[in-house]
């Protein structure tokens, strides 16, 4: 069994859960996977997340990542699966901090 580090969770309509996992197909940032998809083994959140939500009568979702993506949450991805530098240290710096949890 692979244990996988959980950077990012997003709740969306209607109701289902998906977490931000590094997988182990070599790319360098975390991956949407359904959440049905992994047992928990560590129930506890990572004391770096924050939580950003959006209404929506339709498309409402809420977040919880680490600042720099909950905050700017569209951009942020984006910037991380677009290769922008800034973006991969930003991640490079949780993912050390969060797998020492």
Known sequence: MH???VYALILRPPH???YYVYDDNDVYFPILRPAPLFAIVDHRVSKYWEFHFKDS???GWFLMAYPEWARDPFNYYDALSDQ????ID???KYRQLMDSE
Do not use: G, N, R
């Not at 922008?84 to 973006?87: H, L, N, P, T």
């Open 3 to 5: 244990e996988y580090t």
């Open 16 to 18: 289902h859960v998906w």
């Open 57 to 59: 009568p339709t498309t």
């Open 84 to 87: 922008k530098q800034d973006a």
């Open 90 to 92: 930003i991640f490079e």
